[in-house]
């Protein structure tokens, strides 16, 4: 096993300091703390500046509905705020007043952590300071700074590309950058980045640092999204032969390697098999979840609330162990016994009726005879009348197990990682490039190199089909990993995804058996406008610019 030391960065009272302070304010020493002249002269403390910087790349534990794929037919999401931050979304009710709440105000944390990056650069410009040592928090800088405009760029499309600090008086009439005029910086920064940062295999490496391979890896990622039918509208080959090559790079990287099986590929989520991890944030007591992941993913019966919980969508998407559908013929599926033979990640990625859980076994059945005898639930039902909170369990009869952390109490869970980068998705999307250029034996290698660590068996599919396959087998490898949201859109495939209810089952126990009856709907106000392809640019934002920012088309 990887025995890389996993440590997430430690953050210095400096952290929150500069975040977005006019010069004149920051040019006085006050009577206690650190001003801006402390912080740019002393190395130790404009390393912990650096440091405070990674805060800026958000993470979803930190909140109920911040799982993305909560805004898919992944997942349904129940509680408090998904009325404003998923459902405005799932229901096509965004307005350019309110898309905020869906990014969880993401322009104005990302141009934030931008700010302090660009003022590093301008005040380190003439530093006095060791000269390796800024190469090094210069390299890290860049790498955020591209980071946080690639966040900007899935969301919202193009954007302001700002590389200046504004004073408070000062004019902010920008406009926005073009698509490739982004990516192109991205690129930049990233092989920029590259030339100065150590890497991974270096002592002492720590996985939530920027590195050469987490630089490379976001290169990597961002060339697959602007050669995607959302982006690339002339449908530019050449465009998928640069993402092609850039995640064969990091396919190829020494210091990683591919989780060898079903138990290390759900390890990874609790935070204790590292060798796929490139890029990763990493929580302490100190540096935290807020309340936890557990809180939102673990059953009711566990203390969890059932926030993010898996479609019946989703689960029809796992194979059987003989590399076929539930639905498709031959497959032996039978919908009464129907989690036995499945691919090997569904039990490390879903809670179902029967699954072991925290030593006891997850039940979301109600009895037969309900509601004559609604006390004879399982303790996982929402029919359930005793202390096991029924309003918090799921209402799609399922639960993930993905990143819950089953060692830990319902509202602690703040030892696992959130993993940016990890190297099967730059087979997946090694793969995908692929198949846009039809070199289809090379796209199943990749592909197949994912499925054999499960032992499922080889795809032989070529052209659209290969798609499609392709499709399905990144959409069960990267479930709850923050990428079905970002792919439905750049996919273009929103229609055929989100304009449909999400479904669940309905598991009821008869004497020793159960009864398993689909098409329960946990939410029918499921709709699409193309509009969702790009959330809309916050209003606010076109006010401060005097209008010379543009909004996105249909707000």
Same mark, same amino acid.
């Given at each position: ?14 952290? !929150? ?37 990674? /805060? ?7 909140? *109920? ?21 998923? #459902? ?34 301008? #005040? ?14 210069? !390299? ?6 591209? &980071? ?34 982004? %990516? ?11 030339? #100065? ?12 640092? @920027?590195?050469?391979?987490?630089? $490379? ?13 959302? =982006? ?17 790079? %990091? ?13 290390? &590929? ?28 557990? %809180? ?31 639905? *498709? ?40 005879? &309900? ?21 918090? @369990? ?18 602690? !869970? ?15 999307? =090694? ?8 070199? =289809? ?7 197949? @190199? ?19 396959? &392709? ?17 439905? /859109? ?21 004497? @020793?058996?159960?009864? =398993? ?13 193309? #509009? $969702? ?20 088309? !249909?707000?």
């Amino acid at each position: 096993m990887n025995t890389r030391k996993i440590v997430y960065i430690a953050v210095a009272a400096v952290s !929150g300091l500069l975040w977005a302070c006019s010069d004149d304010i920051l040019d006085k020493k006050p009577l206690n703390g650190y001003s801006e002249v402390d912080v740019f002269a002393d190395e130790a403390l404009l390393r912990d500046y650096v440091n405070g910087t990674y /805060r800026s790349i958000r993470f979803p534990f930190d909140d *109920e509905n911040s799982l993305t794929d909560g805004l898919t037919d992944n997942a349904y999401n129940q509680h408090g705020s998904a009325e404003s931050t998923i #459902k405005i979304y799932t229901r096509a009710e965004v307005s350019q007043d309110d898309g905020e709440g869906v990014t969880r105000n993401l322009w104005t944390q990302a141009y934030a952590g931008i700010r302090r990056v660009n003022l590093f650069f301008e #005040k380190t410009q003439d530093s006095d300071l060791d000269a390796e040592a800024l190469k090094t928090l210069g !390299g890290q800088m860049q790498f955020l700074r591209a &980071y946080l405009y690639f966040d900007l760029l899935r969301w919202y499309g193009s954007v302001p590309l700002i590389t200046k600090t504004y004073g408070l008086n000062e004019s902010y009439e920008v406009t926005r950058a073009s698509y490739d005029e982004i %990516v192109n910086f991205i690129v930049t920064e990233c092989n920029d980045a590259i030339t #100065k940062l150590p890497s991974m295999t270096d002592a002492g490496y720590s996985s939530g640092v @920027a590195s050469v391979e987490a630089a $490379m890896a976001l290169k990597a990622r961002t060339l697959l999204y602007a050669a995607s039918a959302l =982006y690339n509208t002339s449908a530019d080959d050449s465009k998928w032969t640069a993402a092609r090559d850039a995640n064969k790079a %990091v396919m190829d990287l020494a210091g990683v390697s591919l989780a060898g099986n079903a138990t290390q &590929y759900g390890a990874m989520f609790r935070g204790t098999n590292a060798n796929e991890v490139i890029f990763a944030r990493y929580f302490t007591q100190t540096n935290n979840q807020g309340w936890g992941v557990n %809180v939102w993913l673990f059953p009711n019966s566990n203390g969890g609330w059932a926030t993010t919980t898996p479609t019946q969508n989703l689960v029809d998407d796992y194979e059987l162990t003989n590399g076929l559908l539930p639905s *498709e013929a031959g497959s032996g599926y039978n919908d009464q016994n129907p989690y036995v033979n499945r691919d090997p990640r569904f039990y490390e990625t879903i809670l179902y009726n029967g699954a072991s859980f925290k030593g006891g076994v997850y039940s979301p059945y109600r009895d037969k005879t &309900y509601p004559d005898s609604s006390l004879l639930a399982g303790k996982d039902s929402r029919f359930t009348i005793s202390t096991n909170s029924p309003h918090n @369990a799921s209402k799609t009869g399922y639960n993930f197990r993905k990143w819950s952390q089953e060692s830990e109490a319902w509202d602690a !869970g703040n030892k696992g990682p959130w993993i940016i980068f990890r190297l099967s998705e730059f087979y997946l999307n =090694y793969a995908e490039a692929q198949i846009e250029l039809e070199n =289809y034996d090379e796209a199943r290698n990749a592909i197949n @190199a994912i499925r054999s660590r499960f032992g499922m068996p080889d795809v032989t599919e070529s052209g659209d089909e290969l798609k499609e396959r &392709y499709r399905r087998e990144r959409r069960i490898e990267l479930a709850l990993e923050d990428h079905r949201f970002f792919d439905i /859109r750049r996919w273009k495939i929103g229609p055929e995804s989100l304009d449909k209810p999400a479904l669940g089952v309905d598991v009821y126990k008869a004497g @020793a058996s159960f009864d =398993y009856i689909y098409g329960m709907v946990a939410d029918n106000t499921r709709k699409w406008d193309d #509009k $969702m392809y790009f959330l809309p640019i916050p209003a606010t934002e076109i006010q401060r610019s005097n209008n010379s920012l543009t909004q996105n088309s !249909g707000y």
